[in-house]
């Protein structure tokens, strides 16, 4: 009998028991691992829900914009602008998409973005899949970005962008600040200035947009969607006046270009409530290209002897005090404080001028008059419980960063007395300013503040909103009318040192300064042109309303006066501040200065050209007509604009239009065509218009690209017709 069929099936039944088992254990593994994943839902450390999210969710961002910084009428000064960001496409696999020329495109790309040839490509030879231009390809603007699409060039690519767009170039610079990208993060950050000190307000976050997806990215109808809303920076007002701040840069412009001085600073305020109407400094810096080198608004964060501006405060606290008589005499040219005290002498040599009555030596500042009146009539220890008083111990608190501490000198009895024309004690012209508005506004001194609201834009909620805050009152009403009164005399007064600082139409109250410089290796530099020079001006004299503070450190004056440079800003800004405020003249000046005095521009659109010259005939405006029809289309300014003697109108009677000849117009001035012919304007330097990109006579088609080059100085053909009248020559000047 055979037993191989018996072994055989043995061996058929250990084989399938051996299966059975082997099925069994991966039955267990499969379903230990359904039951961990089921448990835990993840897979080799990674969540199934997050994995499916990305898979199946897609998420789009919502764009927040930086809040703007805007002036008192809401114009802007800071704003985001669309902007676009330059790469290339090196990934062969991207067939059609990527460069395949990398010479040629060099060659024409790089004359576009303003770099070498070779450095383009190098880039477009990088083993890479996608390229950048670092600087040169960030912040493209519509115009160039349409240049570079013209040339059709394969794998050069855009990225849609944002960048902080300054409108008025160097402008309050160092009020303002400026922004930048954070090149890790893409944020835009607040580097310097108000950019910088409100960046907690005017910081956006962006939002997004998430939903649910096919394999293809297509969004399904029912699926789940999460909507988180982007959060835009706050606006910032502030106080400054987009106007009296162009007025203001551009006569420091002129000054820079003609004097070539170490400094100016110079500011505009409105006495009534304390706010800062306008405020510059030289040098400066265009916060678009952020060619900067120097950090501190020296309106509020450089204390120095500020000379003899300093003698409106201490004449204020004699008359205070009732121990000024101005008619009473005293003997000028020198005076001693001590027996071992160097004798304090007047500015012209020590000579003086005689026995001469106190307003008088107000008028030719005479340092021995105010040497007097601090030692004998007043006392030192009262004088500087007036200095306190007006706010010259203590930083004003204005809404500005970095302001500075001040120094009073309190050492010695000399050095209190000196004190009182301005010497051995160092202020801030911010301090200035504050203090005058006590002279200016009936005794009440009024806080400077620069920031008028913060508006969350989101909201339409006013978040932080300033007001006018009185700061003291160091003197009465009754002093500060008398003290405006003498002030005027220095001006108006054939003997006074401020006859400069005269404006026709307009009583000016205000005393001059010349501050000695302090040595390195201590004493004082020598030299006329060493100085800083000053007028702090206050008009119109009855009820003032505006402040003007002017310093000019270390001009090239040539043998010249201390006054010239000061009174072409202080006589410049005061004025035309005056006649755009619409701030009447002068009663007894009213017939010689009727037609200067700022006027509300008329409504021109739809009215013909003979019209329109009827209705301003005698408002001395400067009218330019663009195009060759015979009605007004548009015009700019638009109606009820506050208008200036001479300022230029333009008046648009056609859709097409000829370039005019710019040559010797201001920029403000070409920023009012541009605006009007919606032309993208890109100016270098500062003053006049000595170039033009598009030559008189070209048809303008909205979005051309306007390139001026400005220079302080006019084309010597246009001098004739636009120069301002020679200013007299100052014969006399205190030090």
Same mark, same amino acid.
């Given at each position: 009998?055979?037993?191989?069929?018996?072994?055989?099936?043995?061996?058929?039944?250990?084989?399938?028991? !051996?299966?059975? $088992?082997?099925?069994?254990?991966?039955? #267990? &593994?499969?379903?230990?691992?359904? @039951? =961990?994943?089921?448990? %835990?839902?993840?897979?080799?450390?990674e969540a199934l829900v997050e994995r499916a999210e990305k898979m199946y969710s897609k998420t789009r961002t919502l764009e927040a914009y930086r809040g703007k910084i805007l002036d008192r009428n809401g114009e802007a000064i800071a704003e985001d602008t669309s902007s676009y960001k330059l790469i290339a496409i090196l990934d062969k696999e991207l067939k059609g998409e990527h460069?395949?020329?990398?010479?040629?495109?060099?060659?024409?790309?790089?004359?576009?973005?303003?770099?070498?040839?070779?450095?383009?490509?190098?880039?477009?030879?990088?083993?890479?899949?996608?390229?950048?231009?670092?600087?040169?390809?960030?912040?493209?603007?519509?115009?160039?970005?349409?240049? !570079?699409?013209? $040339?059709?060039?394969?794998?050069?690519? #855009? &990225?849609?962008?944002?960048?902080? @767009? =300054?409108?008025?170039? %160097?402008?309050?610079?160092?009020?303002?600040?400026?922004?930048?990208?954070?090149?890790?993060?893409?944020?835009?950050?607040?580097?310097?200035?108000?950019?910088?000190?409100?960046?907690?307000?005017?910081?956006?976050?962006?939002?997004?947009?998430?939903?649910?997806?096919?394999?293809?990215?297509?969004?399904?109808?029912?699926?789940?969607?999460?909507?988180?809303?982007?959060?835009?920076?706050?606006?910032?007002?502030?106080?400054?006046?987009?106007?009296?701040?162009?007025?203001?840069?551009?006569?420091?412009?002129?000054?820079?270009?003609?004097?070539?001085?170490?400094?100016?600073?110079?500011?505009?305020?409105?006495?009534?409530?304390?706010?800062?109407?306008?405020?510059?400094?030289?040098?400066?810096?265009?916060?678009?290209?952020?060619?900067?080198?120097?950090? =501190?608004?020296?309106?509020?964060?450089?204390?120095?002897?500020?000379?003899?501006?300093?003698?409106?405060?201490?004449?204020?606290?004699?008359?205070?005090?009732?121990?000024?008589?101005?008619?009473?005499?005293?003997?000028?040219?020198?005076?001693?404080?001590?027996?071992?005290?160097?004798?304090?002498?007047?500015?012209?040599?020590?000579?003086?001028?005689?026995?001469?009555?106190?307003?008088?030596?107000?008028?030719?500042?005479?340092?021995?008059?105010?040497?007097?009146?601090?030692?004998?009539?007043?006392?030192?220890?009262?004088?500087?419980?007036?200095?306190?008083?007006?706010?010259?111990?203590?930083?004003?608190?204005?809404?500005?960063?970095?302001?500075?501490?001040?120094?009073?000198?309190?050492?010695?009895?000399?050095?209190?007395?000196?004190?009182?024309?301005?010497?051995?004690?160092?202020?801030?012209?911010?301090?200035?300013?504050?203090?005058?508005?006590?002279?200016?506004?009936?005794?009440?001194?009024?806080?400077?503040?620069?920031?008028?609201?913060?508006?969350?834009?989101?909201?339409?909620?006013?978040?932080?909103?300033?007001?006018?805050?009185?700061?003291?009152?160091?003197?009465?009403?009754?002093?500060?009318?008398?003290?405006?009164?003498?002030?005027?005399?220095?001006?108006?007064?054939?003997?006074?040192?401020?006859?400069?600082?005269?404006?026709?139409?307009?009583?000016?109250?205000?005393?001059?300064?010349?501050?000695?410089?302090?040595?390195?290796?201590?004493?004082?530099?020598?030299?006329?042109?060493?100085?800083?020079?000053?007028?702090?001006?206050?008009?119109?004299?009855?009820?003032?309303?505006?402040?003007?503070?002017?310093?000019?450190?270390?001009?090239?004056?040539?043998?010249?006066?201390?006054?010239?440079?000061?009174?072409?800003?202080?006589?410049?800004?005061?004025?035309?501040?005056?006649?755009?405020?619409?701030?009447?003249?002068?009663?007894?000046?009213?017939?010689?200065?009727?037609?200067?005095?700022?006027?509300?521009?008329?409504?021109?659109?739809?009215k013909t050209l003979k019209e329109a010259a009827e209705l301003v005939k005698d408002k001395n405006f400067n009218m330019v007509v663009l195009g060759d029809g015979e009605k007004i289309i548009d015009q700019f300014p638009e109606a009820e604009t506050s208008i200036i003697t001479n300022d230029r109108i333009l008046l648009q009677t056609s859709e097409k239009v000829k370039m005019?000849?710019?040559?010797?117009?201001?920029?403000?001035?070409?920023?009012?065509?541009?605006?009007?012919?919606?032309?993208?304007?890109?100016?270098?330097?500062?003053?006049?218009?000595?170039?033009?990109?598009?030559?008189?006579?070209?048809?303008?088609?909205?979005?051309?690209?306007?390139?001026?080059?400005?220079?302080?100085?006019?084309?010597?053909?246009?001098?004739?017709?636009?120069?301002?009248?020679?200013?007299?020559?100052?014969?006399?000047?205190?030090?």
């Open positions: 009998m055979k037993m191989r069929p018996v072994i055989k099936n043995k061996n058929i039944n250990r084989g399938a028991a !051996i299966l059975s $088992l082997i099925f069994a254990v991966l039955f #267990f &593994i499969v379903f230990a691992r359904f @039951f =961990y994943i089921q448990a %835990t839902g993840e897979v080799h450390g460069v395949v020329n990398p010479e040629e495109t060099a060659e024409k790309l790089a004359p576009l973005i303003g770099m070498q040839e070779k450095d383009v490509e190098r880039i477009l030879t990088k083993k890479a899949k996608q390229v950048e231009f670092g600087a040169n390809g960030r912040d493209i603007s519509q115009t160039l970005k349409q240049k !570079i699409d013209d $040339l059709k060039l394969q794998g050069i690519k #855009f &990225i849609r962008d944002k960048k902080r @767009f =300054y409108p008025n170039g %160097t402008f309050a610079s160092h009020l303002i600040g400026y922004a930048q990208k954070d090149i890790d993060t893409g944020e835009t950050i607040g580097m310097f200035g108000i950019e910088k000190s409100l960046e907690k307000y005017l910081q956006e976050k962006d939002g997004y947009l998430r939903y649910e997806s096919d394999q293809k990215g297509w969004k399904l109808p029912n699926g789940k969607e999460e909507i988180v809303a982007p959060k835009n920076g706050d606006n910032v007002y502030l106080t400054i006046d987009q106007k009296i701040q162009t007025f203001l840069e551009d006569s420091m412009n002129e000054v820079a270009k003609q004097y070539k001085p170490e400094k100016i600073i110079a500011v505009v305020a409105d006495p009534k409530t304390g706010q800062i109407l306008a405020m510059g400094q030289r040098p400066s810096f265009d916060p678009n290209k952020r060619n900067i080198n120097y950090y =501190y608004n020296d309106v509020v964060s450089y204390p120095f002897e500020p000379g003899s501006t300093m003698k409106i405060f201490s004449l204020a606290a004699a008359i205070e005090e009732g121990v000024y008589n101005g008619n009473a005499y005293f003997p000028s040219g020198s005076y001693i404080v001590s027996k071992n005290a160097k004798a304090i002498r007047d500015h012209n040599g020590g000579r003086g001028w005689g026995s001469i009555t106190f307003n008088e030596g107000v008028q030719r500042s005479s340092n021995v008059a105010f040497s007097i009146i601090a030692k004998e009539l007043l006392g030192t220890d009262r004088l500087y419980d007036y200095y306190s008083k007006f706010g010259f111990d203590k930083k004003t608190g204005i809404d500005l960063p970095n302001e500075a501490k001040t120094v009073l000198n309190s050492g010695t009895e000399v050095d209190k007395v000196i004190s009182a024309f301005g010497q051995a004690t160092a202020i801030t012209p911010i301090q200035q300013i504050q203090a005058a508005t006590a002279i200016a506004n009936d005794g009440k001194m009024m806080k400077p503040y620069v920031i008028d609201k913060i508006v969350d834009i989101d909201n339409e909620k006013v978040v932080e909103k300033h007001k006018p805050e009185v700061a003291g009152e160091p003197i009465s009403e009754k002093t500060s009318k008398k003290v405006l009164d003498i002030l005027e005399t220095v001006v108006s007064g054939e003997k006074g040192t401020g006859k400069p600082f005269r404006i026709e139409g307009y009583e000016v109250a205000g005393k001059t300064g010349t501050a000695q410089i302090a040595a390195p290796n201590g004493g004082y530099l020598r030299g006329n042109d060493n100085h800083i020079f000053s007028f702090l001006g206050m008009a119109p004299k009855n009820d003032p309303q505006l402040i003007v503070y002017v310093a000019v450190q270390q001009p090239k004056l040539n043998g010249g006066v201390g006054s010239a440079p000061v009174s072409m800003i202080f006589n410049t800004v005061m004025k035309n501040s005056l006649q755009y405020l619409q701030i009447k003249p002068t009663e007894k000046s009213k017939k010689t200065s009727k037609v200067e005095v700022g006027e509300k521009l008329p409504l021109l659109r739809e005019p000849d710019i040559i010797g117009w201001s920029k403000r001035d070409v920023m009012k065509l541009a605006n009007l012919l919606e032309l993208e304007l890109e100016s270098n330097g500062h003053g006049f218009v000595t170039k033009q990109t598009i030559k008189k006579g070209s048809v303008i088609k909205k979005g051309d690209k306007l390139v001026i080059q400005l220079k302080d100085q006019l084309p010597k053909e246009k001098e004739e017709d636009e120069k301002e009248e020679p200013k007299e020559e100052q014969k006399a000047e205190e030090n």
